[in-house]
């Protein structure tokens, strides 16, 4: 039999940091989603995730817990009843006051790595295909015995790999660590930014032989200073 939540709580809003910390872990959410929205038994969740029903118990037992999974009925077969569980809401909303600082980092840095994954692997990939000698220059900057240490792509003789000709395809990987500018002048330069990849993004075509591009833009407030041996780091 089929419960009927029609009722059911569509949203929650999470104040405890424990039950917000495990929310944002992206592996561990892997676990809640057999039973967003839906009853569903440790068995049949277990089948569908590909691991073994007595451990995943143990981690149906923590989300009840923490009151992110609810009892919704038993079901009455030979031997043990078996229990019927239902996320406590059809989706939560977790806010940055119920995390730890180090959770929510591990969440951003999880959602990135795929895609940061992607371009290294194929900017790399680009680079390997043109078969040039082209290597890492290690070298403290101008500044002498206080200066920072420094790495980008070069060539043998020490000049710097430029792919901004047009014997290059589009192929970037720049950031700079140095960037001194008003709130103004940062805002704009965010817009301006946010402007350029609107234009391109709305003049995107898909044909035959068309590239396709991946597309990364940052910024950030430098709440923390970047690392010491690397104040400007291009890679391309």
């Given at each position: 039999m089929t419960g009927d939540f029609s009722d059911w709580p569509r949203r929650a809003v999470i104040t405890d940091?424990?039950?917000?910390?495990?929310?944002?872990?992206?592996?561990?959410?892997?676990?809640?989603?057999?039973?967003?929205?839906?009853?569903?038994?440790?068995?049949?969740?277990?089948?569908?995730?590909?691991?073994?029903?007595?451990?995943?118990?143990?981690?149906?037992?923590?989300?009840?817990?923490?009151?992110?999974?609810?009892?919704?009925?038993?079901?009455?077969?030979?031997?043990?009843?078996?229990?019927?569980?239902?996320?406590?809401?059809?989706?939560?909303?977790?806010?940055?006051?119920?995390?730890g600082a180090a959770a929510l980092e591990d969440l951003v840095r999880a959602l990135s790595a795929p895609l940061g994954h992607v371009l290294v692997s194929n900017s790399v990939a680009v680079m390997r295909a043109r078969d040039l000698d082209i290597g890492v220059r290690v070298f403290r900057d101008a500044a002498g015995e206080t200066g920072r240490v420094r790495t980008h792509l070069a060539f043998p003789d020490g000049s710097r790999v430029d792919t901004r000709g047009d014997e290059w395809p589009?192929?970037?990987?720049?950031?700079?660590?140095?960037?001194?500018?008003?709130?103004?002048?940062?805002?704009?330069?965010?817009?301006?930014?946010?402007?350029?990849?609107?234009?391109?993004?709305?003049?995107?075509?898909?044909?035959p032989g068309e590239l396709r591009l991946l597309a990364h833009l940052a910024l950030t407030p430098l709440v923390t200073p970047p690392p010491l041996h690397d104040s400007s780091r291009e890679a391309s």
């Open positions: 940091e424990a039950a917000g910390t495990w929310l944002v872990d992206l592996e561990a959410q892997r676990f809640l989603a057999p039973f967003l929205r839906r009853d569903c038994t440790v068995a049949r969740a277990a089948r569908e995730l590909g691991v073994k029903a007595n451990s995943l118990l143990y981690r149906v037992e923590r989300l009840v817990s923490l009151g992110l999974l609810r009892v919704v009925r038993e079901e009455r077969r030979q031997g043990k009843a078996v229990k019927v569980y239902r996320a406590s809401a059809d989706e939560f909303f977790v806010p940055f006051a119920a995390t589009p192929l970037m990987d720049t950031w700079h660590g140095g960037l001194r500018l008003s709130r103004a002048q940062g805002k704009a330069f965010q817009r301006e930014l946010e402007d350029l990849l609107e234009k391109y993004a709305r003049i995107s075509v898909d044909e």
